[in-house]
């Protein structure tokens, strides 16, 4: 969902509220119940289903967007916690209106997470690696990051509706990626939806 109601919005499933706004500058903030990297243990290979299961979280957060003025680059800071740590995000990006009816955006992005946020996801404690025959020990996860490399585009059918798309890549820091339960570093995303303008 994609909503915009005088000062509340939801995009995707996190809720919020814009506290403050004015044409260069913008402060939020927001509720994301989906928080995280979910896993079922049940769900992963063969010699890994000793793994507990990791859950989404409820994450509150404050939102801080600007337009820098400079080739129409905007820029977006947020930090949001929840009960199995925290996350931080900056991310650049730019609107290009291609015509009257495409506008593509790419974007750059960098996430930071703490020790608590990454081991609760990413490590595995003694009594997991003894119940899977294919992790040797535990994993203590640090405090890691990530980089992300997104492209979306939407156009516009009729003054309703609007077709989507995005591209994106996410680069994880080994100390996410040296986890046995994380099978690569680098995280590919699609996907295509449409939009209803009311």
């Known amino acids: 969902m994609d909503i915009d109601y005088g000062k509340l919005y939801v995009k995707g499933a996190t809720v919020g509220y814009t506290v403050y706004q004015d044409d260069v500058f913008a402060a939020s903030l927001f509720l994301n119940p989906l928080g995280g990297f979910a896993v079922d243990g049940e769900d992963l290979a063969s010699g890994y289903d000793g793994i507990d299961d990791r859950d989404f979280q409820s994450m509150f957060g404050v939102r801080l967007d600007a337009n820098t003025g400079v080739y129409g680059i905007r820029t977006g800071l947020s930090a949001q916690g929840g009960k199995e740590g925290s996350e931080f ?102 996907g295509v939806g449409a939009k209803y303008y009311f």
């Open 89 to 190: 995000k900056l991310s650049a990006f730019k609107p290009i209106y291609v015509n009257d009816k495409l506008v593509v955006v790419p974007s750059i992005h960098l996430k930071g997470y703490t020790k608590q946020f990454t081991d609760y996801y990413f490590g595995v404690t003694s009594e997991e690696a003894n119940r899977s025959s294919n992790i040797d020990s535990s994993y203590d996860a640090d405090a890691g990051y990530s980089f992300g490399v997104n492209l979306s585009a939407e156009y516009s059918l009729t003054d309703n509706v609007a077709l989507m798309s995005f591209l994106g890549i996410e680069k994880f820091s080994s100390e996410i990626s040296d986890s046995p339960i994380v099978e690569s570093d680098v995280l590919f995303l699609m």
